[in-house]
């Protein structure tokens, strides 16, 4: 017997009295008719796997045991209990994340239908309520069941090439695109609540949500305009207290409270590195003309101006964010959802994944639109910590309706979710979709879907409905937030392409370019570009045995979902480090040129500022454990990437300039706004440690600034292999290392006399411990980490000149002594 319940939750405002109910539901087995406790969110897939009805899929090929799952119909029940008291207020039924497609029914009676996982649904239920024990059921249909006989109203057949369905369907459904499959996804076409279903019941009116908006902003004054969302229309008059701006009273109109304020002499908020992230906090009062008090809480807010450049110079058309009237280089990675099934993302999850990108020197991120937008946690964070956000609409790689019925269900979504983003002072841009232009035109849709003319035009007729006009029509009646139709601006494959716009670079995975092209090959705004990896031992152990751990076993063909497949990595990995057989230094070679591609690309980058005003690599996190381009796998296990970009984004850094291997030049780069005297001194030493050459300069460094150090020192060793440690203090005064590595003629790793490394502490109880590494000769990338568990250090995958060093690590997991290993070449 499976029981299903709910929470109560008491809220009391004055003379009103709310009450919050989340639900507890079950799931019906289709063919059994068997239930299954669902909990208070998640999908049937979660629920069969919680009853054992089906294995985790992500382990071995079990993804393959979950596809029968779309052929069905599934039946969730809950259930609630009002008094008859409760039957005198307002009641509705509050479904956050629906997915997708389902039919509501309260105590036998339909209630409504959804159709848009990324619309907040709300229903005033009180003519279908009763005293006592009410039944809801919800009844999901799977994406091609219920689009399947939809398809012809659209009148062509739309591309959608990672759906790897049978019958496509991707483009029709407001659902997360990932799901479909994708080329670093397995397919799971979830149905369920991402997030808990309420029933809330309440006295007087209630707000729903709360809006902001910065209309204008001078260093005098900001003008602001700030929105209460009704839950009813009402004709009263509402006080509205505010402890910045005092009391005023207000009649809503269309369900919305409005005011406008202006903020003497504002405090700006800025990007991580430009200044202070400055949020204003206020306390706010509503209540009606009875003095009922419907709304009290804190709010919080930021003051900008942002500003797109996009304008023709020397080099063709420019793509540059401004804050509060200065550029910035924008530095960072693409985001895409952290699971596979989105009610398992806890809040804690999202913010940690921001304190990471602050921590490795990110000031934006881009939420790519395969996915879904981003939760308030997610943005809260990025508020406070100065991250910009660059959000995609929830559009990718596939072309889409423009119907009417299309266009109204989108119009829903972007009503909701605009305002709401908007409201946040890290919003800084919003693209409408991901590589749908680019895809129509470069990608060969009109011959593999056998599109005529007539098809290209009703297509091209969509594009111009959602993307050029829907969209940006409603972004002007919220937000002065800038708007682009699409990213990438220019294609990849034509020197001309590079200097117009943003530019997702693929010449290296989806092409022939060599590794060095990542910095020879730069476009205007770098927004995608990167290099797959394996992940490290003990994430392939949570899915994989030894047996499967070569690149043509068949686990391992399954789980690369790029169609280039796993040779890729291994031509790269080969080309730089040689063959290996053994399949777990394999794998840290596929780090180490993952690494090595993102490296040469970034720094290429900021060393071409202003040319170039950002870098962002593809791609931050995982859904699942498997081969990508990420720099954190899908447990959070820091790849070589994340170490490299951490030190090659800092504000302030000198890093390696490759335009070819072995002819590397080292540059000194700052973004910080304010100018200083910066000390560098460079030692240069033979492998064995012997000491060739010291230099020092004083380097004045400006706003934006790179500039090459040492030429002519270093000049004089450009025909021997040689490492040249650089230290030096940025702004801060903090003092600073780098280590690189000279060969001027490239040649696979030899074999390097193996050094003494030893736990010298573990303490399980602080999840600290100390490493100690005693080499005879120049260690490459020594990269220390353990069989299970995690390991998080300040460097790895570090250069480790002759002699003994202590490196303190940080580790997650009931590790000992033995859990350890290390690589190095």
Same mark, same amino acid.
């Given at each position: ?66 596809? /029968? ?8 029940e809950s259930e609630f209990v009002l008094s008859e008291s409760d039957l005198k207020n307002f009641v509705d039924l ?206 919080? *807010? ?175 009646? *919220? ?26 670079? /693929? ?130 296990? /820091? ?187």
């Amino acid at each position: 017997m499976v029981r299903i319940g709910f929470v109560a939750i008491l809220i009391f405002l004055a003379n009103q009295v709310m009450a919050q109910m989340s639900l507890s539901w079950k799931v019906q087995h289709p063919v059994s008719k068997n239930w299954m406790k669902l909990g208070e969110k998640g999908s049937v897939q979660e629920a069969l796997i919680a009853a054992k009805q089906l294995p985790d899929p992500f382990v071995g090929m079990n993804e393959d045991k979950f596809t /029968w799952i779309e052929n069905h119909q599934w039946i969730l029940e809950s259930e609630f209990v009002l008094s008859e008291s409760d039957l005198k207020n307002f009641v509705d039924l509050d479904f956050p994340s629906v997915d997708t497609y389902a039919s509501i029914f309260l105590n036998g009676n339909f209630v409504a239908e959804t159709n848009n996982a990324f619309v907040h649904y709300r229903f005033d239920v009180q003519d279908k309520i009763i005293a006592g024990t009410n039944k809801l059921k919800v009844v999901f249909t799977p994406p091609i069941m219920y689009q399947k006989p939809r398809l012809t109203k659209v009148g062509v057949t739309l591309p959608a090439p990672n759906d790897v369905g049978k019958t496509k369907v991707a483009p029709h459904c407001r659902k997360p695109q990932y799901q479909f499959g994708w080329d670093w996804s397995l397919r799971m076409l979830t149905m369920g609540f991402n997030e808990p279903v309420r029933v809330s019941i309440y006295s007087s009116n209630k707000v729903l949500s709360n809006y902001s908006n910065t209309l204008e902003v001078s260093a005098e004054k900001a003008i602001s305009e700030f929105t209460l969302l009704l839950a009813k229309e009402s004709s009263e008059s509402f006080t509205w207290k505010s402890t910045l701006f005092g009391d005023q009273i207000l009649k809503s109109e269309n369900k919305q409270l409005k005011r406008t304020e202006s903020i003497s002499n504002p405090k700006l908020w800025w990007p991580r590195g430009q200044g202070e992230a400055y949020l204003y906090t206020d306390h706010w009062i509503l209540q009606n003309e009875k003095g009922v008090v419907i709304l009290e809480k804190d709010v919080r *807010f930021g003051v900008k101006k942002v500003e797109l450049i996009q304008e023709k110079d020397q080099w063709g058309r420019s793509f540059q964010i401004k804050v509060n009237g200065r550029p910035v280089f924008c530095k960072g990675a693409d985001y895409i959802p952290d699971d596979i099934f989105p009610a398992r993302i806890t809040d804690e999850k999202l913010r940690n994944s921001v304190q990471t990108m602050l921590d490795c020197n990110f000031n934006m991120v881009r939420i790519w639109g395969g996915g879904f937008y981003p939760r308030e946690s997610f943005l809260e964070a990025c508020d406070e910590g100065g991250l910009m956000v660059w959000e995609d609409f929830m559009f990718a790689c596939a072309m889409y309706p423009g119907t009417d019925e299309f266009l109204a269900n989108v119009k829903t979504e972007l009503e909701q979710q605009i305002p709401r983003l908007a409201s946040h002072a890290s919003l800084t841009l919003f693209n409408g979709n991901n590589e749908v232009d680019v895809a129509w035109k470069n990608w060969g849709f009109q011959k593999d879907y056998n599109l005529s003319k007539k098809d290209e035009v009703l297509i091209n007729s969509f594009y111009q409905k959602l993307f050029k006009e829907l969209i940006p029509q409603t972004l002007k009646t *919220f937000t002065k937030i800038p708007y682009e139709h699409t990213s990438p601006l220019s294609n990849w494959g034509n020197d001309l392409f590079y200097n117009d716009g943003t530019q997702h670079y /693929w010449g290296v995975w989806h092409g022939s370019d060599p590794i060095e092209d990542f910095g020879r090959k730069s476009g205007r705004f770098n927004a995608e570009y990167g290099f797959q990896s394996f992940p490290e031992l003990a994430t392939l152990s949570s899915f994989s045995k030894p047996d499967d751990w070569a690149l043509d076993s068949p686990l391992m063909k399954l789980r690369q979902k790029s169609y280039v497949g796993n040779n890729m990595i291994a031509k790269h990995s080969d080309l730089l480090y040689g063959k290996t057989a053994d399949f777990q230094r394999f794998v840290y070679f596929s780090q180490l040129t993952q690494a090595k591609a993102v490296g040469i690309a970034v720094i290429a980058h900021r060393t071409t500022f202003p040319r170039c005003a950002g870098t962002l690599y593809w791609q931050f996190n995982d859904c699942w454990p498997a081969p990508t381009w990420s720099s954190i796998d899908y447990y959070g296990r /820091w790849k070589a990437l994340q170490y490299q970009v951490r030190n090659d984004f800092k504000d302030v850094t000198i890093a390696e300039r490759i335009d070819t291997l072995g002819k590397e030049k080292y540059v000194l780069i700052s973004d910080i706004p304010t100018g200083f005297l910066c000390e560098i001194e460079a030692e240069v030493t033979d492998f064995k440690g012997k000491l060739l050459g010291s230099f020092t300069c004083h380097q004045s460094v400006a706003y934006p600034h790179s500039v090459e150090l040492f030429p002519q020192e270093l000049k004089a060793f450009k025909e021997q292999d040689f490492a040249v440690k650089f230290t030096w203090k940025d702004e801060t005064g903090k003092t600073c290392e780098r280590l690189f590595i000279h060969e001027p003629v490239h040649k696979s790793p030899s074999a390097v006399p193996e050094p003494v490394v030893t736990i010298e502490s573990l303490d399980l109880s602080t999840g600290k411990g100390v490493v100690m590494v005693e080499n005879q000769i120049l260690l490459q990338d020594f990269w220390f980490t353990s069989k299970d568990g995690k390991v998080l250090m300040e460097q790895n995958f570090v250069h480790l000149l002759p002699g003994k060093h202590r490196i303190e690590f940080e580790f997650e997991g009931k590790l000992n002594k033995d859990s350890f290993f290390w690589f190095y070449h």
